[in-house]
Nanobody, 124 residues
Framework: VQLQASGGGLVQTGLSLRLSCAASKLTTDTNCVGWFRQAPGKEREFVSGISWRSGRTTYADSVKGRFTISRDGAKNVVWLQMNSLKPEDTAVYYC??????????????????WGQGTQVTVSS
């Protein structure tokens, strides 16, 4: 599987962005997709994840109620709708594919393929 993340940009506080993760060459061991982010000088952190088959989702506490993850199985695309953006959401956002079919890992070690990242900058 190959992943291509896009949709980042510069926005003001309170506005929205929608990130896309296009997956190609999906294999049977791709069971979940996660979004992570990494700010300068900080560890890569989990943002949200979705089960490819069931559509079950999970979110980090910091984005619950503001971000929504969804997928289109026919188009092999996962979106991350980000509303009410805050300066602390500024980071490079990565999508990643994982094998777990029983849970959605929140650890980066639960994912075996990563996209190239897209920059999100929220100005105050």
């Amino acid at each position: 599987v190959q992943l291509q993340a896009s949709g980042g940009g510069l926005v003001q506080t309170g506005l929205s962005l929608r990130l896309s993760c296009a997956a190609s060459k999906l294999t049977t061991d791709t069971n979940c997709v996660g979004w992570f982010r990494q700010a300068p000088g900080k560890e890569r952190e989990f943002v949200s994840g979705i089960s490819w088959r069931s559509g079950r989702t999970t979110y980090a506490d910091s984005v619950k109620g503001r971000f929504t993850i969804s997928r289109d199985g026919a188009k092999n695309v996962v979106w991350l709708q980000m509303n009410s953006l805050k300066p602390e959401d500024t980071a490079v956002y990565y999508c990643a594919a994982g094998r777990s079919s029983f849970s959605i890992p929140s650890s980066k070690y639960g994912y075996h393929v990563w996209g190239q990242g897209t920059q999100v900058t929220v100005s105050s």
